[in-house]
């Protein structure tokens, strides 16, 4: 490569990062979806016909969260769906619940809505009153906590987790990632 190419790589780059900037300026970057599936549970792959989607929208404020599920075609009976803070294949601790039927939800947040049963599309409204705190994780509670949760989901380093009665510890699951991408994940 010769000096004028990395001179315009470099640019290039530097040009990409001011645009990524300058969206989640501009109020951009504050949609996120995933499919879930099987294929990505952890700490074993689960073949399951059942599949799911998760899609959330970032207030223009930052104070909440607006998100929809679906989930369809599960071995058994939903037990409960969260959103964990964890990377793709690795497994992490229940942050923001979604749904449960297990009454198992920390007295430090308000109750969840319960999980219908598959097919079933659910949604609701995340804020920083619902962030459970996970110390061991680097996770506060409150405003900062939230803060934390939306930069690990901008960073792909969070995922939406269906729990069944067959499989308890998740049956289907996705990284939750900027945008409406189509890929899956």
């Known amino acids: 490569m010769t000096h004028r190419q990395m001179v315009a790589a470099a640019v290039a780059a530097l040009l990409a990062a001011a645009s990524a900037t300058t969206a989640l300026a501009d109020g951009k970057g504050r ?33 909440s969260i607006a998100w929809t ?62 962030v459970i705190a996970r110390a061991t994780q680097g996770i506060d509670g409150s405003d900062a906590g939230f803060a934390e949760m939306v930069k690990a989901m901008r960073a792909g380093a969070a995922y939406a987790n269906v729990h069944s009665v067959t499989f308890p510890t998740g049956e289907i699951r996705g990284a939750v990632k900027p945008g409406d991408d189509e890929e899956d994940n």
């Open 31 to 63: 949609t996120f979806a995933t499919k879930l599936s099987g294929y990505h549970e952890t700490p074993l792959t689960i073949n399951s016909t059942g599949s799911g989607q998760f899609t959330a929208t970032l207030a223009k404020d930052g104070a």
């Open 69 to 130: 599920l679906s989930y369809r075609d599960l071995s058994s009976d939903v037990q409960q769906a969260h959103i964990h803070f964890g990377r793709p294949a690795i497994t992490g601790q229940i942050v923001l619940f979604l749904c449960t039927n297990l009454g198992n939800a920390p007295a430090t947040v308000p109750l969840p809505q319960a999980c219908p049963p598959a097919p079933a599309t659910i949604s609701g409204t995340l804020t920083a009153a619902d």
